[in-house]
């Protein structure tokens, strides 16, 4: 029996086993099934029941007839329905146009302020702003091809380097 034990104690994994087996048998309890769920059905039962619906549906569904209205009241209503309509319309076109107005003077407020921002920093003589160097195409090109000559033999080189 003291060997028995020794040999558990000894072997900490067997032991983390052994109580995840027993926990798993204990802990296995039928959960109750909660009342407001509905029962499982075979999927058969449920496409009974769908074309059942479906052509009770089909039955039930017959068109109702319109409503019938006087052609004097209807014409009436669309020309009270149209005036208001027209009425709200020119109301939001000239809104709009107003906003319009205001923004485009307002860009040209921002644009003029910004020319004028530009001209002061532009100046060639001034020592904060200086146009950096610019490469063209070929110019870079040529840059490339003579680091390649001057640069140090490809065999000289890491290979790792060259992976990148």
Same mark, same amino acid.
């Given at each position: 029996m003291g060997d028995f034990i020794d040999f558990f104690?000894?072997?900490?994994?067997?032991?983390?086993?052994?109580?995840?087996?027993?926990?798993s048998m204990l802990g296995k309890k039928k959960q109750p099934q909660d009342p407001n769920?509905?029962?499982?059905k075979k999927w058969q039962?449920?496409?009974?029941e769908l074309q059942g619906e479906m052509q009770q549906g089909n039955q039930q569904q017959r068109p109702a007839p319109a409503p019938v209205r006087k052609v004097?009241?209807?014409?009436?209503h669309a020309a009270e329905v149209v005036d208001e309509t027209t009425n709200e319309a *020119?109301? #939001?076109?000239?809104?709009?146009? #107003?906003?319009?107005? +205001?923004?485009?003077?307002? #860009?040209?407020?921002? +644009?003029?302020?910004a020319d004028q921002l530009t001209s002061t920093i532009a100046? *060639?003589?001034?020592? /904060?702003?200086r146009k950096g160097p610019s490469f063209g195409k070929k110019q870079l090109?040529?840059?490339?091809?003579?680091?390649? /000559?001057?640069?140090?033999? #490809?065999?000289k080189r890491s290979l790792q380097r060259s992976r990148r």
């Open positions: 104690l000894k072997n900490p994994f067997l032991i983390i086993v052994l109580i995840g087996i027993l926990t769920t509905p029962p499982k039962e449920v496409m009974q004097e009241q209807q014409a009436a *020119n109301k #939001r076109i000239a809104e709009l146009r #107003r906003l319009q107005q +205001k923004y485009d003077q307002e #860009r040209l407020y921002q +644009k003029a302020k100046d *060639n003589n001034s020592p /904060v702003y090109i040529d840059g490339i091809i003579m680091s390649e /000559v001057l640069g140090p033999p #490809r065999a």
